[in-house]
C-alpha cells in the first residue's frame, strides 16, 4: 500500500475512507494526527498497528463539538468546574483536557484507563473533516511509536507511507510542537502531563498546577523517557559546553544565532533552530530540523536548549526525551 496524498480541498474523500474505518493522516494545528473513527474498535485497532503502538498507550480522541464533551466524560464537579475554565479559554486548540472516561469510549483507546483524553483542534481542514464525521476521531501524531512526531505531510509520508491508505496535506503545522496534556484533579488542581503550546505560566493564572514526571512507569504513558528519537545520537548540553563537542563528523543544532556564533566552529553542519530567538520560531522548526539532521549520517548531533519558559519548555522537553535523559 502507499499512501494517496490528498489535497486540503478533498476532503470529501477523507471523509468517506474514515467512515469505511481506515486510518488517514490529517493536519492538526500542532502537528499531523492520524486518525480514525473513536468509536470503532477496528479502526482503532488499526492505528496501533500502522503505528507500532504498544496497547499500554492511549490515544487522544478529537471532539467535532462540545455537545461530545458529556457523552464521552463523566467528571465531578470541581473537575468539570476546571474543565469548563479550560475549555472556554483554549478550545479549539493546542491543549489536550484528561476526564474520566463514560461508558462509551472504547477500552482500546484509553488503554484501560479509567480516563479519556479530549482536545479540539482549530486547524481549518481538521475541523472541516471531523465536522463532516460527526463522530469523535482517535489521532495520535502520525509518527512510528518513539519518533519524531510530523509537522509536514511529506514528513507522515516517511514516518507511515506504507501503512496508511491517506494523508491529507494541510502545509506545515502552525505550532510545531503536540498539545500540551492537563489533567482536572478532584480538588481543583490540576497536573500537566506534558508541556505544549499552551504555557505553564499562563495555566498557573488559572489554578494550581503541578508538574507530572516521566520515567518508565509516566502518568501519560506515553511520555517515556526516550521518545522523539532520532537514529543518530542526539545529546542536549549547556550552550557554553557545546564547543566541547566540536568535530567535523558531528552536527550541531543551535538555539539561536547568538549560540552558533559562539560555539559553531568546528561541527560538520550548525543549523540555528530560532533565527530570530522566538520561542515559537524554533517550536515550529524543532521536528523538521531533527529529521534534517537525523537524515544527514552525524556522528553526533548536539542540542542546546531554549529558555526554558512558555512553548520553550515543550521544547526542551523533546530535546531532552530525544537525548533519553530521565526528567
Ligand atoms: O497535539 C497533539 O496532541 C497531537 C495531535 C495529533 O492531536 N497528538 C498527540 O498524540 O500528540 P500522541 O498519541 O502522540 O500523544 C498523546 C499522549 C500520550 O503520551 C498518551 O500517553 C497521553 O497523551 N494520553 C492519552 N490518553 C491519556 C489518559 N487518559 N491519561 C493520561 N495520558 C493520556
Ligand atoms: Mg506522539
Redesign the pocket.
Known amino acids: 500500500m502507499s499512501a494517496a496524498l490528498l489535497t486540503a480541498e478533498q476532503t470529501e474523500q477523507a471523509v468517506s475512507l474514515l467512515r469505511s474505518g481506515a486510518q488517514v493522516a490529517?493536519p492538526?494545528?500542532?502537528?499531523?494526527?492520524?486518525?480514525a473513527d473513536a468509536l470503532n474498535p477496528a479502526a482503532v485497532a488499526g492505528i496501533f498497528t500502522a503505528k507500532e503502538?504498544p496497547y499500554f498507550?492511549?490515544?487522544?480522541?478529537?471532539l467535532p463539538d462540545y455537545d461530545w464533551l458529556k457523552e464521552l466524560t463523566t467528571a465531578n464537579q470541581l473537575e468539570s468546574q476546571l474543565a469548563d475554565v479550560l475549555i472556554e479559554k483554549y478550545w479549539p486548540g493546542?491543549l489536550?483536557i484528561?476526564l474520566p472516561?463514560s461508558a462509551i469510549v472504547p477500552d482500546l483507546?484509553?488503554?484501560g484507563?479509567?480516563?479519556?483524553?479530549l482536545?479540539m483542534?482549530r486547524h481549518p481542514v481538521f475541523r472541516q473533516i471531523i465536522s463532516q464525521f460527526g463522530k469523535p476521531l482517535a489521532?495520535?501524531?502520525?509518527?512510528r511509536f518513539g519518533r519524531i512526531?510530523p509537522t509536514t505531510a511529506a514528513a507522515v509520508i516517511d514516518e507511515l507511507g506504507g501503512k496508511i491508505v491517506a494523508v491529507v496535506d494541510g502545509g506545515p503545522t502552525e505550532?510545531g510542537?503536540?498539545?500540551t496534556?492537563v489533567?482536572p484533579e478532584p480538588d481543583g488542581s490540576m497536573t500537566v502531563?506534558?508541556p505544549?503550546?499552551v504555557a505553564v505560566e499562563e495555566l498557573e493564572q488559572l489554578a494550581t498546577v503541578q508538574m507530572a514526571h516521566g520515567g518508565s512507569r509516566?502518568?501519560?504513558?506515553?511520555?517515556?523517557d526516550s521518545?522523539y528519537a532520532p537514529d543518530s545520537k542526539l545529546i542536549l548540553v549547556e550552550s557554553q559546553q557545546a564547543v566541547n563537542h566540536a568535530d567535523r563528523n558531528n552536527a550541531l543544532l543551535a538555539w539561536d544565532p547568538a549560540v552558533a556564533a559562539s560555539a559553531g566552529a568546528g561541527f560538520g553542519r550548525v543549523e540555528i533552530l530560532a533565527p530570530d530567538s522566538d520561542l515559537l520560531t524554533g517550536a515550529t522548526r524543532l521536528f523538521q530540523l531533527m529529521r534534517q539532521l537525523d537524515s544527514g549520517d552525524h556522528q553526533l548531533i548536539v542540542a542546546t536548549p531554549a529558555p526554558e519558559n512558555g512553548i520553550g519548555r515543550a521544547i526542551n522537553d523533546r530535546l531532552r526525551r530525544a537525548a533519553n535523559v530521565p526528567s
Open positions: 490529517l492538526t494545528e500542532t502537528v499531523y494526527g492520524l486518525a503502538r498507550d492511549p490515544l487522544i480522541v478529537h493546542p489536550t484528561v472516561k483507546v484509553t488503554s484507563m479509567p480516563s479519556v483524553a482536545r483542534s489521532a495520535p501524531s502520525a509518527n512526531s505550532c510542537v503536540e498539545s496534556i489533567r502531563l506534558r505544549g503550546p509516566p502518568e501519560a504513558p506515553g511520555q517515556l521518545h
